[in-house]
């Protein structure tokens, strides 16, 4: 639902794009933009695309440059599958503000978006679930050093009444021949599982007729290190070897969210009719020890210690509108 009372305000209700990045609203639209596949090291962090609630938007002129400041209020959800297992995780906040501040003159455009996630749960499936409930138990077992540190990987681990914050600035510029764009963001959180740190990239094209070859970095720089074992559970006189397994599983767990890599794009477009684009890429990845949290990895693996590695991506893709 929409409602315009006059040229400056736009109210709008339902569900819309999260107004947390340039691409909010055409972010499934793949015909939009100039690149095959989206920056990881921005767009992959941030899985929330929707919100249902409310947006208020107030445009204005000043001079020569439009701006405008918008209001997002609402629920944000999504439900996650292990792609190794069929295990879902549904998340939730049902106190989610995004606040927004936009400039655009003649080519040139820019913006400053924050985003608030209240109250943010985690409802876990299957063996997570459980997990937690054997470590939640294992705190209170009396067992010293073991307790004190399986009651901090459970804090750290489970999110409930959370709150989260990201931080994004980007710009960009569209001209006849050269197009140019760039976003950075920040997340912040209180527990480990948050991937905290930096993400952002830069794209430029030239224009040569209906061709247009591009280029594209991204980087996501985390703020801490990957989660450490404060002592080693195997060495418990009483199942040790199990409670070595259980430690794995939960400091494996904390660091399945833990970012930090970087990526080398070339690509091209080619705009075929005025409703068909016919697009290549190729993605020079670099992945940083244990910064697989963009990654899908086994469950077996051993995320404390896995080896960073480089990853070469081609992709071919038509994308057309009606």
């Known amino acids: 639902m929409r409602y315009t009372p006059d040229e400056n305000w736009d109210i709008r209700l339902g569900r819309l794009g999260l107004n947390a990045y340039i691409a909010a609203d055409s972010r499934r639209i793949d015909y939009a933009h100039l690149w095959l596949r989206p920056p990881q090291e921005f767009y992959g962090g941030i899985f929330y695309d929707a919100i249902d609630g409310i947006d208020v938007t107030y445009r204005s002129q000043w ?64 063996n997570s679930l459980l997990g937690i409930q054997v470590v939640n138990q294992l705190a209170q077992a009396g067992l010293g050093p073991i307790s004190t540190e399986a009651a901090q990987l459970a804090e750290q681990i489970n999110l409930q009444e959370e709150t989260i914050e990201y931080w994004q600035l980007g710009f ?20 480990a599982v948050v991937p905290e740190g930096v993400g952002g990239y830069a794209i430029a094209g030239y224009t040569l007729g209906n061709v247009t070859p591009y280029v594209i970095y991204g980087r996501f720089n985390p703020k801490n290190p990957p989660y450490q074992a404060q002592s080693d559970w195997g060495l418990s006189p009483v199942n040790g070897a199990q409670l070595a397994e259980v430690q794995k599983w939960l400091i494996g767990g904390i660091n399945s969210t833990y970012i930090d890599q970087q990526t080398f794009s070339l690509g091209v477009r080619w705009d075929v009719t005025a409703q068909i684009a016919l697009k290549a890429q190729y993605d020079y990845i670099q992945i940083a020890d244990n910064g697989y949290g963009l990654w899908a990895i086994p469950l077996e693996a051993d995320l404390q210690g896995l080896q960073g590695r480089d990853v070469q991506l081609f992709s071919v893709s038509v994308n057309f509108v009606f």
């Open 63 to 126: 001079d020569e440059i439009t701006w405008s400041l918008g209001a997002q209020y609402g629920r944000i959800k999504q439900k996650l599958q292990n792609t190794a297992s069929s295990e879902i995780s549904a998340t939730q906040s049902d106190q989610t503000l995004a606040l927004v501040f936009s400039l655009e003159q003649d080519r040139w455009f820019g913006r400053l978006s924050y985003v608030h996630v209240g109250q943010l749960k985690v409802d876990l499936d299957g």
């Open 172 to 191: 960009g510029y569209r001209g006849d021949q050269w197009s140019l764009q760039s976003e950075i963001y920040t997340i912040l959180g209180e527990k």
